[in-house]
């Protein structure tokens, strides 16, 4: 980012934007595997075709993803793959720090205190 002027780092922003809505990450996870229809889309992620649509317009702003268009139908598939790249960086760091905190809640539950037990009145 070193030496951007704020135009690019705009678009540098409005790229992580479109990676930080889960939804998305969704339909980017499954256009890995290949090219896909809204239809498919919505069915494999359980949304609705229009909401399906409205991140795909987004993505495809991004240029994370492209159209083709075939009669009727449209599909779309990834624009760049290096977002992949980017996004599995990312799930390795997520993935190292779940595996710490939970190493650490681990050890911390074998040195906590066995909780007291109540005293009998008498």
Do not use: W
């Not at 135009?7 to 409005?14: D, M």
Request: hydrophobic share 40%; glycine share 10%; aromatic share 6%.
């Amino acid at each position: 980012m070193e030496g951007l002027p704020p135009e690019a780092l705009e678009k540098v922003a409005a790229y992580f934007r479109a990676l930080s809505e889960p939804t998305r990450l969704h339909i980017l996870n499954l256009l890995r595997s290949g090219e896909h229809n809204v239809g498919e889309l919505a069915e494999l992620t359980g949304y609705t075709a229009a909401n399906v649509s409205r991140h795909l317009a987004f993505l495809m702003q991004q240029g994370l993803v492209r159209r083709d268009a075939r009669g009727t139908a449209a599909y779309y598939s990834i624009g760049d793959a290096s977002v992949y790249a980017l996004c599995d960086l990312v799930c390795g760091s997520i993935a190292r720090q779940h595996e710490r905190s939970a190493e650490h809640g681990r050890l911390f539950a074998s040195v906590a205190p066995a909780p007291r037990r109540g005293r009998k009145a008498g």
